[in-house]
């Protein structure tokens, strides 16, 4: 699959984020400071840092979850700063193999309020199957979720981060406990829902090989924001190379 990164340089719907001076602190200590940046309509943004840089309680803060400092707004085309509906996928959860939930059961206590222990009516089953179909995965339906692989298990998350369909798309460690064929997969399928959907995507990963083919933009964060830019300069710069001791490229001419 060719991967068509965003060209463009403004917003043009709901899903334009933005963050001025945001802060977070969590039992009276600094978690993050002084973060800022712009996640502009259609755009793929990856977020890395160091383990404990502050990246899931980001997240956190542009859920609601928790409280913070600054600014976090959402600019909508026309003027409005109304919330948008995002789609968040968590770090992976695990479930206990002999656990005889299927996706379809999953699925549904997620959606509806049908109860669990009672045959699935064939109008949710369906329901349940057009979500998966949004990420390849209408044939997993009645696999149960021990079972699943990690790509599989990020395609369930996923499709239910989709539905209903938001305007911005939040993806914790998406990669994490996924094969190398996996996360080309999850990558290109992301790509996919990015330019069928026309969401913004921000997601963290430790997986820097894929920045350069997949993201339009990285943040570099460790409490508050280092550098900005292209993958190539961020992955290139001295901020990068002190976080990491890697030297993953040239900088741009």
Excluded at 68 to 73: L, N, P, R
Excluded at 134 to 156: N, W, Y
Excluded at 201 to 217: G, M, V
Aim: charged residues 25%; glycine residues 10%.
């Amino acid at each position: 699959m060719s991967v068509q990164k965003h060209q463009g340089a403004g917003c043009a719907g709901a899903c334009c984020l933005k963050l001025e001076g945001m802060g977070v602190d969590i039992g009276g200590a600094p978690i993050l400071h002084d973060v800022s940046f712009h996640l502009h309509c259609g755009e793929i943004v990856a977020l890395i840092g160091p383990n404990g840089a502050g990246k899931s309680s980001l997240f956190r803060a542009i859920l609601g979850q928790i409280g913070h400092t600054g600014t976090i707004d959402f600019q909508r085309a026309g003027g409005g700063h109304a919330r948008p509906l995002i789609g968040y996928v968590p770090q992976s959860p695990s479930f206990d193999r002999g656990d005889p939930v299927s996706v379809l059961d999953f699925f549904a206590a997620a959606i509806s309020r049908w109860p669990v222990f009672l045959p699935i009516p064939k109008k949710l089953r369906e329901r349940v199957r057009a979500c998966l179909e949004r990420v390849h995965g209408a044939d997993l339906i009645d696999e149960r979720m021990g079972t699943l692989s990690g790509g599989e298990l990020q395609r369930v998350l996923m499709a239910l981060a989709l539905e209903p369909l938001p305007q911005i798309l939040i993806l914790d460690e998406p990669l994490s406990g996924v094969d190398i064929d996996g996360e080309r997969q999850l990558l290109d399928m992301l790509d996919e829902i990015r330019r069928s959907y026309d969401l913004s995507i921000l997601l963290s990963t430790h997986d820097f090989a894929t920045l350069e083919r997949y993201t339009d933009k990285v943040i570099l964060l460790k409490s508050s924001v280092l550098k900005v830019g292209t993958p190539r300069e961020v992955l290139s710069s001295p901020e990068f190379r002190e976080i990491f001791h890697l030297d993953l490229g040239k900088e741009e001419a």
